[in-house]
């Protein structure tokens, strides 16, 4: 690709109105534009990145055995009063009529219409077990969309169905995605991790979800340091991970009334051994902040967290004895606007303060509390909820992994983006669509499900949020918009310059290489700075006296590191 034919569109500047770091760069580096709330176009250089992203992920379903369809977006009413999502789901949901009156919705998700397929096309146990995948545009009215392609209204997913006869059926295929996810996020280059997760509004019960690890994820996910257990926060409160652990409810009787104006008192109303409080909290502080000042003040804050999660009903804005001043972490209005009203609304400042201790007693006080934008390290946030949903929270049961039996592990929480998700549906939707086959023995059966999401257009933000420094992207090989840039100095005043340019070009591209060609009238510092913005892995760049011993110059974005190849070997190296 020629970049003077190309449409290049970069930025200098950083955009005022995006938040997050990937944001910043897919603007600057002139992957999208947004046109409305939500709602983005992909420049040539976004569907490049987008477009490998999804064949990595086709590759790995097909690899996996599922099957490609494509479904409409638009998806009549009927459908989803079927299974109650009509009424069910909330705003997200976006609803219209056609020109006759007629129901329809933008598909947020494709169950449905899944289900509808499948009852009529599907008649036999013999065409069983089937997974089916499309990616596909899908539409949420996100309350609050957000960090650019992140949290968009209008996205790109990968969303697939399986249908079986059998829970064994079912559990070998939600198996079989489980590991074609963890090949895909593999190939992407990407730092993730696998969760217990909550199946949330499309129903079911065992579910996983697969987090890149950043510091701007929105969600907050815990893991063991000994074990292999790792699940999403709400699960990890809801969800001991033995069940020889005693129930939520039998702590939350211990915790009930705790009035403590000390960490000792703290400690006791919670059957807790204070060095656990404070160790854990300080392994958090450790593990998130490198700053040691940091430490203190997390005790702090877990403290009044604590008390004020019981008492928020007529605890008065004033902060709680076991706050001593000076109080970096949260300013006294933001301890005010928490405290004293039950309808403020947290900003993005709100931050959710986890208590963990590492034995069965272990409590999390799921509660949010103003902070400055350093302790956004500490621990995940939730920013989309405010005190209300708070108030109702209980005080929940986390304890540390099965693998650390006698009660010594602990548990660390990191924040993560939500790049996939996978459910056994069981049959909720086939129940409900009276979707079934004839088995063995001639009798109609109902289907049992798995679903299983990817967010396509989500992964190019994540992998930048892992993958950048202050020049710009760094994309990892696979999913780079081009593998080369091609940097010729001065072209316009150097024929032969010019001439080993296209050369180069064009056997490069011979050879298979996505390129591009910088052939702008630009200065030198002007195409450098452009294609480090670009994150292209490779920069091959020719100049006058390099040329002179028949050289050109290779820089690798990534390590920063510079050689010389000679010109007539340029593509054996590459390759
Ligand atoms: P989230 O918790 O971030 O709202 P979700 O749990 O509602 O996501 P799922 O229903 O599990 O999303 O959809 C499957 C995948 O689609 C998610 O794992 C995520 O990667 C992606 N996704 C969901 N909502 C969005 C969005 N608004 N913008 C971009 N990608 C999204
Ligand atoms: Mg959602
Ligand atoms: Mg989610
Ligand atoms: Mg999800």
Known sequence: MRSSQYLLSTMKENPADAEVISHKLMLRAGMVRRLASGLYTYLPTGVRTLRKVERIVREEMNKAGAIEVLMPMVQNAELWQETGRWEHMDAELLRFKDRHQRDFVLGPTHEEVITDLIRREVTSYKQLPLNLYQIQTKFRDERRPRFGVMRAREFLMKDAYSFHLTQDSLQQTYDAMYQAYTRIFTRLGL?????????????????????????????????????????????????????????????????????????????????????????????????????????????????????????????????????ASPLTLATDEQIKALLGSATATIGPVGLKVPVIVDHSAAVLADFSCGANEDSHQLVGVNWDRDITDYQQADIRNVVSGDASPCGSGTLEIKRGIEVGHIFQLGDKYSQAMKAGVLNEAGKNQILTMGCYGIGVSRIIAAAIEQNHDEYGIIWPDTIAPFQIALIPMNMHKSTRIQQAAEQLYNELTAAGFEVIFDDRKERPGVMFADMELLGIPHHIVIGERNLDQQQVEYKHRRSGSKEMLDIAQVVAEMT
């Open 191 to 323: 730092d993730f991790r696998a969760v217990i997760a909550d199946s949330g509004s499309i129903g079911g019960s065992v579910s996983h979800e697969f987090h890149v690890l950043a510091s701007s994820g929105e969600d907050a996910i815990a893991f063991s340091t000994s074990s292999d257990y790792a699940a999403n926060i709400e699960m990890a409160a809801a969800l001991p991970p033995s069940s020889k652990r005693p129930a939520a409810s039998a702590s939350l009787q211990k915790v009930a009334t705790p009035d403590a104006n000390t960490l000792e008192e703290l400690a006791a109303c919670l059957s807790l051994e204070t060095s656990h409080l404070v160790k854990t909290v300080l392994v958090h502080a450790h593990h998130d902040t490198e700053d040691n000042a940091t430490k203190d003040n997390s005790v702090q804050l877990i403290a009044l967290v604590v008390r004020a999660d019981h008492q928020l009903n007529h605890v008065k804005a004033e902060k709680h004895p076991l706050v």
